[in-house]
C-alpha cells in the first residue's frame, strides 16, 4: 500500500505501474485511516512535499510509533516537486526504492 494525498496521485503510480496507491483525500488521517493502513503488508507513506505534508507525515510517523505499524518513507531526495503528480516515471521509482523506514524516527520523512 501507497499512501498519497490526492486520489490523482494514486492513478498517477498505476500509470507508471506501481500498483497498491491509495489516497487519503487530504493531509490529515483519520483513525479509521490508521487501522486499514495496519492491514497492509507492505505500507509506503508518500504524503505530499509540502508542510502539510510533512507534518501529517510525523504524526502518522507518532500514531504508528504507538500502535506498532511499520512503514517506509517516500523519498523526494532533491526533486523540487509538490507530490508525485509532479514527478517524471524514473523520479517516482527512485522515490519508491529509495523510501527511508520508520526505525530512523523523523529522518525518514
Known amino acids: 500500500m501507497i499512501v498519497v494525498e490526492s486520489p ?11 500498483p497498491g496507491g491509495v489516497a ?10 490508521i487501522s486499514l493502513m495496519r492491514q497492509a503488508e507492505t505500507l509506503v507513506i508518500a504524503l505530499d512535499n509540502d508542510e ?8 502518522l510517523l507518532k ?26 516515471p524514473d523520479q517516482i521509482h527512485w522515490g519508491i526504492d529509495n523510501a527511508r523506514h520508520c526505525v530512523l524516527g523523523e529522518a525518514a520523512i
Open 24 to 33: 487519503v483525500c487530504g493531509a490529515l488521517v483519520s483513525n479509521e485511516q
Open 52 to 59: 502539510a505534508g510533512k507534518k501529517a507525515s510525523k504524526d
Open 8 to 18: 490523482l496521485d494514486a492513478l498517477k503510480l498505476n500509470a507508471v505501474g506501481i
Open 63 to 88: 500514531a504508528f510509533r504507538a500502535s506498532g505499524i511499520e512503514c517506509w518513507f517516500f523519498n523526494y531526495g532533491d526533486f523540487q516537486v509538490k507530490d508525485i503528480g509532479d514527478m517524471t
